[in-house]
């Protein structure tokens, strides 16, 4: 039991401290491990060179890249937990791309908490046999600069690694099929460029990323970030993630007081960093004594960023002096990871100070103490505290930082924080490769139909893009087309509701096919089982139905035909097209009730109107199902 109690206690906290983190691997070739730990170290040496020539001045959401010799002696390795900032991800791979070509039998590896997310990036070119990240894990790889995805080799008259057994391939030989096998482990041209494309072109690409504004610092801020521009991120994420303890040590601000003065100065952004600084209101506390200007006066944004970066590395020194010695309950750490551990629903039922509740903490405790804390207190990190420790203590010179922030270039647009609709739809079509189409209102009810008579099957509506029709799965991945025939489905549904009149003539399926299948023989024998006569009971039900719907408000939620809105016979369903008279008996009287007819295609325009009116935004139920029927309701003219 209690070897069951810990497993299930580390699998919940180890899900409790999942983090975005991507993990990379470096292979060096057998001669290489052979020649021993000097060696390796050596060419270890030679590896972190040459990446920080190729990082140059990139700037990392929160670690840096930076590789370390497994104890094993095999490989090399190294994680980044890259935060909110995706692009410090692919960047990684551009590092490794870089790494694998200069270094000759350089094979690399990288996975993050998604697994092999080379893949799902280029998903759309994928061969069929690499239908889950479980059949492709320890099967991707990066060596000379490209993927290498490794299905089955015929070696020697043998077939290796096949992935159809649904074994785990093991590294080993997925790194010696890659050195003497290269051509037949080589990913097609198709995932190539899609991942080229994903990680873009370094530098220019790293340039496009920054974002430069100009920020009323205190003067001891300033002159940490004039020795240590990268220290920014350290605390962007300082001041994003802090909680009341933080608060509670640092509002006043007490080593970086801007009491005496305070400095303009040019400071240098990613976009997401500078998109987290700015997406939170802050406002300092009175006794900081930061005069703040007005909403609307042009300095003011200069004084807001400004506060929330000094509140940022105000928060790095309170945490760097804290007692570490403190108990675990008085941890910030640990109260933002017991609040995991709640969402996780690790206490269950149990109420809180409660004898099983409290063994469960003490259990938490303990684990978090030996395997997570040191870990999940790095929204800081110690080099960061150390750098800000010791540079506060160095000697500052005023006149010299004034004048070097004399004539500042003007803060960047950041306009780019803002995205409308339409370059919403601007950048998902150029991501997933969708046209709109300008189409009218009037087009929506006769899409539908073909919508309904499309193929399907479990997995939902197959629905063809731009009249092309889907071709059959090959080794790039296309999908089979299939093979459940809709229209003869709502035609049987049609006749449980003959009250509504005779299916509509693109339904009708009264002239059997040429080509007669199990499929059509089911859907015969359901339309005659359900099929009802005019003196069936159905007929009174849907008569008394509609004699008591016809005293309510819910008749006058239709459209009619009377309207005199302009329907083609066409559009026009068929059992609608004349005046109704229907004689409906009731329990004591017999009467005649008169009925105009409802246009079904205008009261389903209207309700899809509706719904879209009714969404908060342009994505929602009825844009979405139009999206994929071809009308993009976004763009439609009014």
Same mark, same amino acid.
């Given at each position: 039991?209690?070897?069951?109690?810990?497993?299930?206690?580390?699998?919940?906290?180890?899900?409790?401290?999942?983090?975005?983190?991507?993990?990379?691997?470096?292979?060096?070739?057998?001669?290489?491990?052979?020649?021993?730990?000097?060696?390796?170290?050596?060419?270890?040496?030679?590896?972190?060179?040459?990446?920080?020539?190729?990082?140059?001045?990139?700037?990392?959401?929160?670690?840096?890249?930076?590789?370390?010799?497994?104890?094993?002696?095999?490989?090399?390795?190294?994680?980044?937990?890259?935060?909110?900032?995706?692009?410090?991800?692919?960047?990684?791979?551009?590092?490794?791309?870089?790494?694998?070509?200069?270094?000759?039998?350089?094979?690399?590896?990288?996975?993050?908490?998604?697994?092999?997310?080379?893949?799902?990036?280029?998903?759309?070119?994928?061969?069929?046999?690499?239908?889950?990240?479980?059949?492709?894990?320890?099967?991707?790889?990066?060596?000379?600069?490209?993927?290498?995805?490794?299905?089955?080799?015929?070696?020697?008259?043998?077939?290796?690694?096949?992935?159809?057994?649904?074994?785990?391939?093991?590294?080993?030989?997925?790194?010696?099929?890659? /050195?003497?096998?290269?051509?037949?482990?080589?990913?097609?041209?198709?995932?190539?460029?899609?991942?080229?494309?994903?990680?873009?072109?370094?530098?220019?690409?790293?340039?496009?990323?920054?974002?430069?504004?100009?920020?009323?610092?205190?003067?001891?801020?300033?002159?940490?970030?004039?020795?240590?521009?990268?220290?920014?991120?350290?605390?962007?994420?300082?001041?994003?993630?802090?909680?009341?303890? +933080?608060?509670?040590?640092?509002?006043?601000?007490?080593?970086?007081?801007?009491?005496?003065?305070?400095?303009?100065?040019?400071?240098?952004?990613?976009?997401?960093?500078?998109?987290?600084?700015?997406?939170?209101?802050?406002?300092?506390?009175?006794?900081?004594?930061?005069?703040?200007?007005?909403?609307?006066?042009?300095?003011?944004?200069?004084?807001?960023?400004?506060?929330?970066?000094?509140?940022?590395?105000?928060?790095?020194?309170?945490?760097?002096?804290?007692?570490?010695?403190?108990?675990?309950?008085?941890?910030?750490?640990?109260? /933002?990871?017991?609040?995991?551990?709640?969402?996780?629903?690790?206490?269950?039922?149990?109420?809180?100070?409660?004898?099983?509740?409290?063994?469960?903490?003490?259990?938490?405790?303990?684990?978090?103490?030996?395997?997570?804390?040191?870990?999940?207190?790095?929204?800081?990190?110690?080099?960061?505290?150390?750098?800000?420790?010791?540079?506060?203590?160095?000697?500052?010179?005023?006149?010299?930082?004034?004048?070097?922030?004399?004539?500042?270039?003007?803060?960047? +647009?950041?306009?780019?924080?803002?995205?409308?609709?339409?370059?919403?739809?601007?950048?998902?079509?150029?991501?997933?490769?969708?046209?709109?189409?300008?189409?009218?209102?009037?087009?929506?009810?006769?899409?539908?139909?073909?919508?309904?008579?499309?193929?399907?099957?479990?997995?939902?509506?197959?629905?063809?893009?731009?009249?092309?029709?889907?071709?059959?799965?090959?080794?790039?991945?296309?999908?089979?087309?299939?093979?459940?025939?809709?229209?003869?489905?709502?035609?049987?549904?049609?006749?449980?509701?003959?009250?509504?009149?005779?299916?509509?003539?693109?339904?009708?399926?009264?002239?059997?096919?040429?080509?007669?299948?199990?499929?059509?023989?089911?859907?015969?024998?359901?339309?005659?089982?359900?099929?009802?006569?005019?003196?069936?009971?159905?007929?009174?039900?849907?008569?008394?139905?509609?004699?008591?719907?016809?005293?309510?408000?819910?008749?006058?939620?239709?459209?009619?035909?009377?309207?005199?809105?302009?329907?083609?016979?066409?559009?026009?369903?068929?059992?609608?097209?004349?005046?109704?008279?229907?004689?409906?008996?009731?329990?004591?009287?017999?009467?005649?009730?008169?009925?105009?007819?409802?246009?079904?295609?205008?009261?389903?325009?209207?309700?899809?109107?509706?719904?879209?009116?009714?969404?908060?935004?342009?994505?929602?139920?009825?844009?979405?199902?139009?999206?994929?029927?071809?009308?993009?309701?976004?763009?439609?003219?009014?």
């Amino acid at each position: 039991m209690a070897a069951a109690g810990g497993n299930s206690l580390s699998a919940v906290l180890t899900k409790a401290s999942d983090e975005a983190i991507v993990e990379y691997f470096l292979f060096p070739e057998e001669t290489s491990i052979a020649e021993g730990t000097v060696k390796l170290n050596e060419l270890l040496m030679e590896l972190n060179i040459e990446a920080v020539s190729i990082v140059g001045e990139y700037m990392w959401q929160k670690d840096s890249f930076h590789l370390k010799l497994d104890e094993s002696g095999n490989y090399f390795y190294g994680t980044i937990q890259y935060d909110v900032n995706v692009e410090d991800e692919w960047f990684t791979v551009y590092i490794l791309q870089q790494l694998t070509r200069k270094f000759s039998g350089l094979i690399a590896r990288v996975v993050d908490q998604d697994g092999e997310f080379l893949l799902i990036e280029s998903s759309d070119y994928l061969p069929k046999w690499a239908e889950s990240d479980e059949i492709c894990q320890q099967r991707v790889y990066i060596s000379n600069g490209l993927v290498h995805l490794i299905s089955e080799i015929e070696v020697n008259g043998k077939l290796e690694a096949s992935p159809s057994k649904g074994d785990l391939l093991e590294i080993s030989l997925a790194l010696e099929l890659i /050195r003497k096998h290269p051509n037949q482990t080589l990913a097609n041209e198709k995932i190539q460029v899609a991942i080229s494309k994903r990680i873009g072109k370094y530098p220019e690409k790293m340039l496009q990323n920054f974002h430069h504004s100009n920020l009323y610092l205190p003067p001891q801020v300033a002159q940490l970030l004039k020795s240590r521009p990268n220290l920014v991120s350290a605390s962007i994420r300082a001041f994003h993630y802090r909680d009341g303890i +933080d608060m509670k040590t640092a509002r006043l601000m007490a080593h970086f007081s801007p009491i005496s003065h305070l400095v303009k100065k040019g400071v240098r952004f990613t976009k997401s960093l500078y998109a987290m600084l700015s997406s939170q209101e802050f406002y300092p506390d009175s006794k900081t004594n930061w005069k703040f200007p007005l909403r609307n006066s042009p300095e003011y944004k200069a004084n807001a960023l400004g506060a929330k970066l000094t509140l940022g590395f105000e928060i790095i020194l309170s945490r760097g002096r804290r007692v570490v010695s403190s108990p675990v309950s008085f941890s910030s750490s640990w109260l /933002r990871y017991e609040e995991k551990l709640k969402q996780y629903n690790y206490y269950k039922d149990f109420i809180e100070g409660s004898r099983e509740y409290k063994k469960l903490e003490e259990q938490a405790k303990l684990y978090f103490q030996a395997t997570v804390a040191s870990e999940l207190d790095t929204n800081v990190d110690d080099q960061a505290i150390q750098d800000v420790q010791s540079l506060i203590d160095q000697s500052m010179d005023l006149t010299t930082i004034e004048d070097e922030n004399l004539s500042l270039p003007e803060d960047d +647009d950041d306009s780019w924080l803002d995205v409308n609709a339409d370059e919403l739809e601007s950048l998902l079509e150029a991501q997933f490769k969708t046209k709109i189409s300008d189409q009218k209102l009037d087009q929506i009810p006769e899409k539908l139909k073909e919508f309904m008579t499309q193929m399907s099957d479990y997995t939902g509506v197959e629905v063809p893009t731009d009249g092309s029709e889907h071709e059959s799965g090959d080794e790039d991945g296309g999908l089979d087309p299939l093979d459940f025939r809709a229209d003869d489905f709502v035609s049987a549904m049609d006749n449980l509701l003959l009250e509504l009149g005779k299916p509509n003539k693109d339904w009708d399926l009264s002239e059997p096919s040429s080509e007669e299948d199990e499929d059509d023989i089911n859907m015969k024998e359901i339309k005659e089982k359900y099929s009802f006569s005019k003196d069936s009971k159905i007929h009174e039900l849907m008569g008394a139905m509609d004699e008591e719907l016809d005293s309510t408000e819910i008749g006058k939620t239709f459209q009619f035909t009377s309207t005199g809105l302009p329907i083609t016979p066409r559009d026009r369903v068929t059992s609608t097209t004349t005046q109704l008279t229907e004689t409906v008996s009731s329990s004591s009287t017999n009467h005649t009730v008169s009925y105009e007819p409802v246009d079904i295609d205008m009261n389903a325009l209207a309700n899809m109107l509706e719904s879209f009116q009714s969404q908060e935004n342009p994505t929602g139920p009825s844009s979405n199902l139009l999206r994929n029927i071809g009308f993009d309701i976004t763009k439609a003219k009014k």
